[in-house]
């Protein structure tokens, strides 16, 4: 898909808008960091406060955990538990892992309410061929049931995990034996707004922030591509669609291919020519190698 994103689209075209970005990289890169930094931050105020996580290890095991993610196709699956095992030398696996858990619950809640905003901004202020007006309606619709449903389930506390992983594994499993530290990982996942109600505003803070950074990222690399100030709700759809694709496609490295095809049809809507969109994700992934060379450095590096 990449490669015949480049063909079509032009080499030319594209390399043009690559260099067009110039001095702004620096700047795309240190933007990218921060948005690992905050995510890190969160991380360390989820943790329980008997097992504190510094935010120096939790900011290099976020870097490696993302790198391991986009490089191999098993993504989140490998990356989120990498986090949670390179910072056993501070704290314990199991509250780690607990307090990981309960961030991603954050971010993934962020994350559809963006998606939701973002899918909305491009219904009312666009003009969209039927089908594609017609589908975003219906992920509106999706996602606010879903975040409906995830809500009742956080405001009940049924023991899902807990009372169906029995029926579904063998006895005797590797499962069955940690049971009781998933009840325990499943009760402090339900009671923790009401325990650390201090902790909750600032993380769902820190999780805007890392979108709204986003935002940020999207809006100056398409000024520099464009040679123009784009409009914010530009770099916010385009921000939302980048979302999407990275949930849905996580499982191919660095969304190769897709990333370019999806950011190109976006911006071809927004009537901003498909190039911009496919050179922006260019751009995007080039700012990923960057944090993925330090995340594996991590790696390398071991405790």
């Known amino acids: 898909m990449l490669a015949a994103f480049v063909w079509t689209t032009g080499p030319a075209k594209l390399w043009e808008g690559i260099r067009n970005v110039g001095w702004m990289f620096p700047v795309i890169i240190g933007l990218g960091g921060l948005r690992f930094f905050v995510r890190a931050w969160a991380w360390t105020l989820c943790a329980e406060p008997a097992h504190p996580l510094g935010l120096a290890p939790a900011f290099t095991a976020v870097l490696a955990g993302d790198a391991i993610g986009n490089v191999t196709p098993l993504g989140p699956i490998v990356g989120e538990p990498a986090k949670a095992a390179l910072v056993r030398g501070a704290v314990p696996l199991q509250p780690a892992l607990t307090a990981l858990a309960i961030e991603n619950i954050f971010y993934t809640l962020s994350t559809a309410a963006m998606i939701v905003a973002g899918t909305i ?3 009312f202020a666009f003009d969209l061929p039927a089908a594609l007006r017609e589908f975003s309606e219906v992920t509106v619709v999706v996602i606010l049931l879903a975040l409906a449903a995830c809500l009742v389930i956080l405001w ?3 023991a899902i995990i807990s009372r169906w992983l ?3 594994t063998p006895s005797g499993s590797r499962l069955h034996t940690r049971l009781g530290r ?4 499943e009760d402090q996942v339900y009671t923790f707004a009401s325990r650390r109600r201090a902790v909750v505003l600032p993380v769902i803070l820190l999780e805007v922030s890392f979108h709204a950074l986003g935002v940020v990222e999207t809006y100056l ?3 520099m591509i464009l040679g123009q100030h784009p409009l914010v709700i530009h770099s916010f759809i385009l921000e939302t669609a980048n979302r999407v694709i990275t949930v849905a496609f996580k499982f191919i490295p660095f969304q190769l291919g897709v990333g ?3 950011s190109g049809a976006v911006t ?10 496919g050179t922006l994700s260019i751009v995007r992934k080039a700012r990923m190698g ?3 060379l330090a995340g594996g450095l991590r790696l390398l590096r071991g405790k």
Do not use: D, K, N, S
Request: hydrophobic fraction near 65%; charged fraction near 5%.
């Open 121 to 123: 901004a491009l219904l």
């Open 156 to 158: 009940g506390r049924p």
């Open 166 to 168: 029995p029926l579904l």
């Open 182 to 185: 998933i009840q325990v990982l």
């Open 221 to 223: 690399a398409l000024w």
């Open 260 to 262: 370019e095809v999806g």
């Open 268 to 277: 071809a809507v927004l009537g901003l020519g498909a190039t911009a969109g």
């Open 290 to 292: 960057v944090w993925a």
